[in-house]
């Protein structure tokens, strides 16, 4: 059943962002900014984590989590360092994701050539 939670979740946010992109002028960028502050204000008060509970790696997916990833990490380290583990708390959740996407960015770049 966590399948089909997990699906129906990644399904609703997909949907949420293309009701909002076909029917405003917000741009994909505008919209992929909007769904961070949402994850990361929904895991402020820690209801992101009780959706990750209930739909398992579904809510892994979606570009919510890069916003849980970021407060997440920030307010575990805050708890540690005070103030300072704020700012450095929020990269060592998603140093991976971002060196990844920079590292195969860069490999594509040369592997591929732009159609412009």
Request: glycine share 10%.
């Amino acid at each position: 059943m966590i399948y089909i939670y997990s699906f129906l979740f990644a399904g609703f946010v997909s949907m949420v962002g293309q009701i909002i992109l076909d029917n405003t002028k917000l741009s994909a960028g505008h919209i992929t900014s909007i769904f961070v502050v949402v994850g990361a204000f929904l895991d402020t008060f820690s209801i992101y984590d009780m959706i990750i509970t209930h739909v398992g790696a579904g809510a892994l997916v979606p570009i919510t989590s890069f916003g849980h990833s970021l407060i997440h990490g920030a307010l575990a380290k805050a708890s540690d360092m005070g103030i300072m583990g704020l700012l450095m708390g929020m990269f060592d959740l998603t140093a991976s994701g971002i060196t990844a996407a920079i590292v195969f960015t860069f490999i594509f770049t040369l592997i591929f050539n732009p159609k412009n």
